[in-house]
């Protein structure tokens, strides 16, 4: 007998708990981008091609793109919900979006935007999507909600980017799929700018591309480069002869 299939879009809620919060008592974006993370992972467990599915048959979800884009952060103790859903599937990637909204009038934060990746977690190697569960998601797909922030792009950057920062990897760093956790770039990223900055600017919309795998214990450099006014872009490279791109971000503020 064939499962009866959940809605489309799935709703998780949120707390801005104090102690992820900033020093202005905003929601720390790394933070945000977590819940949105977890959502995707609740949504695509409770529909059974998620992780729990997944770890089984020695496959797992990788975040390939994300894209956050607030127009206003929830502050500590404010209770939030995510929306998300698929919007499409191809053989190797999925794409997901976010909505992030107050649980009691509706008003809207903000937006996400993901693609991820399915690969063997033996091999490392992609993996057919549409192979997991006879390719389930396929009728999860929902084209119809809108998601009104632009997909993510190619961020560039030119030859002047300036080495900001060199950090090594510790045990903190890594996640459940053994490599350097999603969410770590992100702070290691935001923590380039300081406290006077965030006191005159606020992050609009944040951009990562994840290129490649790192692991604990590879050392990471960091290297910055102003591309518009109050936009910035960051590459991470492994520090060592390869300099091989392992995350590029692009950043823009707006100012307070």
């Not at 060592?240 to 823009?252: A, G, N, P, S």
């Amino acid at each position: 007998m064939k499962k009866e299939l959940l809605p489309k879009v799935g709703r998780y809620a949120f707390m801005a708990e104090p102690f992820r919060c900033d020093f202005s008592n905003h929601l720390f974006v790394g933070h945000l981008g977590n819940s949105m993370l977890n959502a995707a992972d609740f949504h695509s467990n409770d529909r059974d091609y998620g992780m729990s599915y997944l770890n089984k048959i020695h496959r797992t979800w990788v975040l390939s793109r994300l894209v956050i884009e607030m127009e206003e952060m929830p502050v500590a103790y404010e209770k939030f919900d995510i929306e998300t859903w698929v919007e499409g599937v191809m053989r190797f990637f999925t794409s997901r979006n976010f909505a992030v909204k107050s649980p009691d009038d509706g008003k809207v934060y903000g937006y996400g935007r993901s693609v991820w990746a399915l690969i063997d977690t033996e091999t490392r190697q992609p993996a057919d999507i549409f192979e997991v569960q006879g390719g389930l998601i396929s009728e999860y797909v929902e084209t119809d909600k809108p998601c009104p922030i632009d997909k993510p792009g190619r961020v560039k950057m030119g030859k002047d980017a300036a080495l900001v920062r060199t950090i090594d990897t510790y045990y903190n760093d890594v996640d459940v799929n053994g490599h350097i956790n999603s969410v770590k770039y992100i702070e290691h990223v935001l923590d380039l700018f300081d406290l006077d900055w965030y006191r005159q600017h606020r992050l609009k919309r944040f951009e990562v591309a994840y290129v490649a795998e790192a692991h604990q214990g590879d050392r990471l450099s960091l290297w910055k480069e102003q591309t518009g006014v109050d936009e910035y872009c960051v590459r991470i490279t492994r520090d060592d002869d390869t300099k091989q791109e392992i995350v590029r971000c692009l950043m823009k503020f707006v100012k307070d």
